[in-house]
């Protein structure tokens, strides 16, 4: 999870505490990782003909309650009446590998992720070790997993799984149920989908495993598979527990921080942070809570600032189409990155320990870049950098024209004057170029405005459950 050194690793041999997984010797496989910045993240499965609602009543709640591909535990529905009413239905015309990877494109992400087996333990891919899958339960007959890594393949975007390798409500023993497996059995069945995911499908990129059990051996079993097969994947903190310390968690290579939540703090260890576009993950029938355009290009910059990656989810709808106002949204975030993507990818966390009111910074080489949320006419003002930089320039001007840059040497302070409209109201980026290597102060002063606890106390926020959580669309900042 941190850039591993041999010195991490002897640290760890001698327990003296580190988050740095060593069971790698280097962590090359994590290049691509770091640089992407932003994927897309697609839950789809039997849940998305339900669509949040079962026998006329709607399970898809809101942020708190269980989401729409809950609906089997919400609903309490036995798995042979979940399967018999679904997956006879499961016949996504509709579906386009081509045109969800073209998507994912335009919008600017540079991985995939997808529900291979959601909790619901339905799989979306051609396996042996159960009928319940989209080959022999469905009328559809069509490998989903096949086809969208195949088409990421064609098209230049990594591609990766996600597996529920511990929650599994048709497959698992459930009190309530006869004819299920045993943990034994099932731990066989898992074994035997990931020797399928990881031989089958080409080169496959992320391991996106989610709530793991408490049972360190198995995680680790199933690791080590991994590493086998797929040297080069990248797993998901959450084949463990939330319970198992980060030093044992051997092969997780990124802290994937909980649902939907922004840290209160710059991230320095590998993290990516999961995101709705709406309540749901799956998709609903009636959830209307659309984050808007500027909440998404928001959000992704100061995921950028506080050095975690954006797994930014769609749902598309029973017949296989991703939501029109999904595609919207994603296009057009997809356009401001095609001006100010400099600013994301590749990009390291902000170089001082907090934000501004106007936003926040990325890093790269001798360059910072302001991500200005809230335009402020009187010139965009930040401290904590030693040194007068170079030059300032709007990342959408082509031609680079130097904007004003006035610095003080006391408190370091620095000025950039903007004119009196915003180029871009959704976030206008500013790229302030040094000479040398950017110089942090250490002993700066700041703290953070933009999606941090304090912003519970904002009216916006209904029901914000805790630090650096985003609940709701709209953009969340302390009130001045
Ligand atoms: O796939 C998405 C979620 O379905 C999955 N992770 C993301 C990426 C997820 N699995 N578990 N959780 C999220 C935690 C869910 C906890 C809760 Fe509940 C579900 C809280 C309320 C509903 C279970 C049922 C605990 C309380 C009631």
Not at 124 to 147: G, Q, S, W
Not at 444 to 464: E, L, N, P, Q, V
């Amino acid at each position: 999870m941190k850039r591993k050194t041999l010195i991490s690793c002897f640290a760890s041999l001698l327990l003296i505490p580190s988050t740095a997984r060593c069971d790698q010797q280097d962590d090359s496989h994590m290049e691509w990782w770091r640089d992407a910045r932003y994927g897309m993240f697609i839950h789809w499965g039997l849940y998305s003909i339900a669509g949040g609602e079962w026998k006329g009543k709607d399970y898809g709640k809101e942020q708190g309650g269980a989401s729409a591909e809950w609906v089997m535990n919400s609903a309490k529905i036995p798995g042979k009446e979940y399967r018999e009413t679904l997956a006879p239905q499961f016949n996504p015309t509709d579906f386009d590998a081509k045109k969800w990877v073209s998507l994912a494109k335009e919008a600017g992400m540079k991985y995939m992720v997808i529900t291979s087996k959601h909790h619901d333990g339905f799989c979306l891919f051609d396996t042996d070790a159960t009928d319940y899958n989209v080959m022999d339960a469905t009328p559809f007959k069509r490998d989903i997993i096949k086809e969208l890594s195949d088409e990421c393949a064609k098209q230049g975007i990594k591609f990766g799984v996600y597996y529920s390798q511990f929650k599994d409500w048709y497959h698992r023993s459930r009190a309530r149920e006869k004819g299920t497996l045993t943990t034994e059995e099932y731990l066989k069945l898992v074994e035997k989908n990931l020797d399928e995911l990881l031989s089958n499908y080409g080169e496959m990129s992320v391991l996106w495993f989610d709530t793991g059990g408490n049972d360190l051996v198995e995680a680790d079993a199933q690791g080590a598979r991994v590493r086998e097969l797929q040297p080069n994947a990248v797993i998901c903190s959450r084949l463990y527990s939330r319970k198992v310390p980060a030093e044992k968690q051997k092969f997780a290579d990124f802290n994937s921080l909980p649902d939907r939540m922004l840290p209160a703090t710059r991230m320095t260890e590998d993290s990516e942070t999961c995101m709705t576009m709406r309540h749901n993950w799956g998709y609903d029938r009636t959830d209307d809570a659309w984050k808007s355009e500027k909440d998404i290009v928001e959000f992704l910059a100061l995921c950028a600032a506080r050095g975690v990656n954006l797994l930014l989810n769609v749902g598309p709808d029973p017949k296989g189409n991703i939501l029109p106002e999904e595609s919207e949204r994603l296009k057009a975030a997809g356009a401001w990155m095609a001006v100010n993507g400099e600013s994301i990818y590749g990009t390291t966390s902000s170089p001082v320990d907090f934000d501004f009111w106007w936003g926040a910074m990325t890093q790269k080489d001798k360059t910072v870049y302001l991500h200005v949320l809230e335009w402020k006419p009187e010139g965009i003002e930040f401290n904590g950098l030693i040194g007068k930089p170079v030059k300032a320039y709007f990342l959408s001007d082509s031609e680079k024209k130097p904007l004003t840059i006035s610095y003080k040497a006391d408190g370091h302070v620095t000025t950039i004057e903007v004119p009196e409209e915003a180029p871009d109201a959704r976030n206008t980026v500013i790229a302030v170029e040094y000479a040398d290597a950017i110089a942090a102060d250490p002993e700066a002063k700041g703290k953070y405005h933009w999606y941090t606890t304090r912003a519970k106390r904002h009216t916006d926020i209904r029901k914000s459950r805790g630090a650096g959580e985003h609940k709701l669309p709209g953009a969340v900042k302390e009130a001045r």
